[in-house]
Nanobody, 124 residues
Framework: EVQLVQSGGGLVQAGGSLRLSCAAS????????IGWFRQVPGKEREFVAA????????YYADSVKGRFTISRDNAKNTVYLQIHSLKPEDTADYYC?????????????????WGKGTLVTVSS
């Protein structure tokens, strides 16, 4: 069974840091580009960041550049999203996804698998 298992969400004060993890099972994570998306209730899911299969290319939404870092450890079949300088507007459900390419995910498409989401709440 193919799964993307997420962990690392929670309640954080503004200005704090958090690391989200996305562990792949049922497939080898380096067969896919991996991305992170987030969604606030009542709004569309938005692209946050993506990393290529081997990890040499990363792409970020403008709103998170400089604060979010995506990385992957293919030996552990895991992708991470390190978040610094959290803001209340970062509060959302965060989803990892496996897809065909960084470019496709940056455009909001090309997703083959989704994680179940993890909630990040940033208090002011």
């Amino acid at each position: 069974e193919v799964q993307l298992v997420q962990s690392g969400g929670g309640l954080v004060q503004a200005g704090g840091s958090l690391r989200l993890s996305c562990a792949a099972s049922g497939f080898t994570s380096d067969d896919y580009a991996i991305g992170w998306f987030r969604q606030v209730p009542g709004k569309e899911r938005e692209f946050v960041a993506a990393i290529s299969r081997i990890g040499g290319w990363t792409y970020y939404a403008d709103s998170v550049k400089g604060r979010f870092t995506i990385s992957r450890d293919n030996a552990k079949n895991t992708v991470y999203l390190q978040i610094h300088s959290l803001k209340p507007e970062d509060t959302a459900d965060y989803y990892c996804a496996a897809g065909r390419s960084v470019q496709a995910m940056g455009g909001g498409g090309g997703i083959d698998y989704w994680g179940k989401g993890t909630l990040v709440t940033v208090s002011s």
